[in-house]
Structure formats: C-alpha cells, structure tokens
C-alpha cells in the first residue's frame, strides 16, 4: 500500500480529462495521499438548504466539464468504468429547476436525473420529510417488507399509492427500481399463464423436479412480446424484452421472446394522418402474427409496451393503437403490461400517460418508478400469487421512499402541478414548433404530452453537437433514439423556465 501511495503522490498536477487514461496527472489528496482533492471535505457536517434561493438563469463559469469534475472523473475511472458520467453535481448548492456542479456552474435541468426529480431539487417539503422520529427510524431501520413491515406499512400502501393508482387496479407490490419492477411485474404474468392453463394453483413433482434444471414443463417456454425501440431494464428478463440500443443486450444470454414494430410516425401528425394509419394496422397485425406463431413454441403470456418510448426515441403511438392492442391482448387471453416507468407521475399532464388514450378498463398491470421514487406496479387481484413468496426479495421496497411520495403528492395536489406542467409544456410546444417552422433543417418532429417532450436533428451528428452547446450555455437535456433530443423537467418547471430554455435553445440553434 505504501509503495501505491508513493507512486500516486509522485505523479504530475490535474490534466484535461481525456476518460480512463487521464488518471496519471491527477494532484494527490492532502487527506489520504492516494486520491485527487475533493471539491467539500468528506466529513462535512450535513446543512439545509433553502430552495427558494433558485437562480434567475443558468451560469457557467468554467469550461464543461470544469476542472474538479474532470478530476473526480479520473478518480473514479481508477474504481469503474466512468465513461457515462457527464459532471459531479453538488447537491447542496441545486435549487428547484437548477442543478449545480462542484465546478461552481448551475444547470437550467430539463433532464432531472434521467426523468426522476418530480420537485426539484431540494425542495422544503421534501427535506422536511425526515424531521419526525418515526420518520427518520422508518428510514434507518430498513426492513425486509416481506417478511417484518412496520405497523404502518399496509397503511401507507393504501394512502400513498393507491391514492394515485389507475381505476381498478386495487393491488401492488413495491419494488427497488423500474428494471425489478419489469421482471416480478413478468413473473406476475407467467404465474397467471400457467395457472390458467393448468386450471390449479398446485404444482405436480414432475413441476417441482424439472424447476431445477431449467427445464418445462417446471420452468415452461412462455414469453413476453415487446416491441422494437422499447427500452425496459437492465436485468436479464426487462433485457429480453428491450430493444432499444444494441450496447445494452451484448454479450449476454437472453431470452428468445418475440418483438413486434412499434408505429413510426412522421410528423406533424395532421398531416401525416393516411401513413401513421398504415403503420397503427401494419404494427397491430404483426402483433397477432407474432402471438399466432409463438403460440407452439414460446407462447405469449403478456405483452408489455411503453405508452411513450423513451430511450427509443420519444415515439408516439395514437389512443387508437393502444386501444386495439389492449384488445388484442384481452381477446388472445394474455396480459396487458403498460410500463410507465418514465412517463408515470405527472409529466405528460396526467398521473399516467395511458390515460390519454381512452382505454375500455386500464391494463392489467401498470409498472412505475423514477418520479414515484420507489420502483413497483399496480396490477388486478386476478394476477395475486396464491403462494407466498413468489413474488419476494430482501427488501420489496423502501419505507423511507414512501414517506417521500407522500409529500410529492400533496405537493402536486396543493400546487396544482399537473396544471403548471400543462402550462408550461404548451409553452414549449409551441415555442419548439416555431423553431422548427423557423429552422426546419436542425430540428424537426417536435411531439410530446405536458412536459414529456422530444424533437429531432437531422442526424445524430447534430444531436450531440446541438446537446453540447447546450451544456456550454447551462442546459442539461437528454438524448435519446439515434437523433433526438428528450425534455424531461420536473413538474415544478414553470412558464418562465420554458422561456429560458427556448431562448437557449434558440441561441444554440443559430451557433450550427
């Protein structure tokens, strides 16, 4: 160790961060001798900060990325690869819509942690949250809720989330994150499947033996349709189902499940109506196609689609398709899965974004995560295990994301944030489609709900040059699809910031 620490304190002063390789010319830490100098002392005592103190613009004072964040950088490409990181936020200095960097700039955040900050940053209704002791022990003393739930769980089960959850859908389990939450919302399905099929809750031995070596009729050969440019977790079985960039599913062993066209419209939709139809019909008759096909060999226990597919592209598909691929789903007797992962929790204007589409009765299981804070899904009683454990891990949950959700929806209740988010995304719509009437050779097919709103570039080229001047000005947005470019606000983000924004953006727009 002492022969590292050597080696490290001898090497050169920070140097621009050129990824994994720039670690040779980091300055020590004066603390350990080993790593770079952190931007705050580590042992800092912890403060609350008032988020009223949101700027009045973005401000960038360094180069992007500054200095300190390309020294963290460095020292964490000793430990991971850190490629994907952009900047090293500092979170005690974010307010509201701004997110701040330890290189002193602040952000005008359309992005919001990849569509996951429904407030804001630092907001004081979630910073109080914590503040009574039954509050802060809920969080330290971190159960396994399958198994040992504290006293109040079933309550806030049922004040909290089925407060906001989809008509009829009375039932849900919590879970870590939305990639979990895909995979048990999965083996809810296939538990229904094959419970219909083998008209009984009981297992044979010959079940019971073949289960453990992966083998049917114990482990059986059912699927999940998906749909191209769908993107829904990282685990193997949301793999098997995603379809979004090659990078994510290489190298690994995935499931043979089958995947359908999703509708690729062209915009503006008004006048576009006859090719969109085309692609609703063509989309739809594949997806029987594949059912009808499958139904031998890996036959379909559910189908699971994005209402808006996010990573994909922001690609859109009318109330009419949604309506006829739930009755698909119902006439072939399989479930219906809406992942609303990104789109649940206020951004399009609505608590769901399927609820746009005029369904007959909502899905069969509604997954979410992000802005909800904990990961999970609503689903009907119907598809309830009649076994324990098999829907089951250590910890099912947070109770402390709970007592977070619950001042989340008071405060969009209190603030009438699903109106700010109508406001404000009316305001960008319009703003982004004149810039694209204006300057149709940058950006183009400008579509959205609320807030949850995408545009493209003429190429990804464009896009990521585009995304980087951006980042120069004070704007952090997200990419996504092969050429566009995602807003994902908070649902705090006002009129004046989507003002702010356009104006960059339009500035940003005429430096191409």
């Not at 912890?46 to 973005?58: G, I, N, Q, R, W």
């Not at 971190?142 to 959850?165: H, K, N, Q, T, Y």
């Not at 802005?371 to 598809?383: I, P, R, S, V, W």
Request: charged share 25%.
């Amino acid at each position: 160790m002492r022969d590292r620490a050597a080696r490290v304190a001898g090497r050169g002063r920070t140097a621009k961060m050129t990824g994994a390789d720039s670690v040779s010319e980091i300055e020590p830490c004066m603390r350990c001798k080993r790593r770079p100098r952190h931007p705050f002392p580590l042992d800092a005592a912890l403060t609350f900060v008032d988020a009223s103190k949101e700027p009045d613009k973005p401000e960038v004072m360094t180069e992007v990325p500054g200095p300190k964040t390309q020294c963290l950088l460095a020292e964490l490409n000793q430990m991971q690869q850190a490629g994907a990181v952009q900047l090293f936020a500092d979170y005690n200095n974010s307010y509201g819509n701004y997110l701040a960097d330890v290189d002193g700039n602040r952000f005008l955040d359309v992005f919001t942690q990849i569509s996951s900050v429904p407030l804001g940053y630092n907001h004081p209704n979630l910073l109080n949250a914590f503040k009574s002791e039954h509050a802060l022990r809920s969080m330290i003393n971190r159960p396994a809720l399958g198994v040992f739930p504290g006293s109040d769980w079933p309550c806030r089960m049922r004040e909290v989330l089925l407060s906001i959850a989809p008509r009829g859908l009375d039932h849900v389990h919590t879970m870590m994150c939305g990639a979990c939450a895909n995979e048990y919302a999965y083996k809810s399905a296939f538990i229904w499947y094959r419970t219909q099929q083998r008209g009984t809750t009981n297992f044979t031995q010959e079940e019971m033996n073949t289960s453990l070596m992966n083998e049917p009729p114990g482990c059986p050969n059912v699927s999940i349709l998906s749909f191209m440019g769908s993107f829904h977790g990282r685990t193997t079985g949301a793999l098997s189902a995603t379809r979004s960039k090659p990078l994510h599913r290489l190298d690994f062993p995935l499931l043979k499940w089958p995947v359908a066209s999703f509708p690729q419209y062209k915009y503006p939709l008004a006048l576009n109506v006859r090719h969109n139809g085309v692609q609703d019909v063509n989309c739809l008759q594949e997806v029987q196609n594949l059912i009808d096909i499958y139904k031998d060999c890996y036959p379909v226990a559910a189908v699971v689609v994005e209402p808006i597919q996010a990573e994909g592209g922001d690609r859109e598909a009318s109330p009419q398709f949604f309506q006829n691929l739930q009755t698909i789903c119902k006439k072939n007797g399989i479930i219906f899965i809406m992942d609303e992962v990104q789109t649940g929790g206020g951004p399009t204007g609505k608590m769901w974004c399927h609820e746009h589409f005029g369904l007959h009765s909502s899905p069969d299981i509604v997954i979410f995560s992000k802005k909800m804070q904990t990961g999970g899904f609503f689903f009907t009683e119907a598809l309830k295990p009649a076994q324990p454990y098999r829907i089951f891990n250590t910890w099912m949950g947070d109770p402390g994301k709970l007592i977070l959700l619950e001042k989340i929806i008071e405060t969009i209740n209190k603030e009438n944030l699903l109106d700010v988010v109508k406001k404000s995304g009316e305001i960008l719509m319009n703003g982004l489609l004149k810039m694209e009437k204006d300057m149709s050779g940058l950006i183009n097919s400008v579509r959205g709900r609320g807030t949850f709103i995408a545009y493209d570039c003429k190429d990804g080229e464009t896009r990521d040059r585009l995304n980087r001047i951006l980042k120069e000005k004070g704007v952090i947005s997200g990419p996504c699809g092969d050429k566009s470019i995602r807003l994902r606000p908070a649902l705090t983000f006002q009129p004046k910031h989507a003002e702010i924004y356009l104006d960059i953006l339009r500035k940003s727009l005429k430096e191409l």
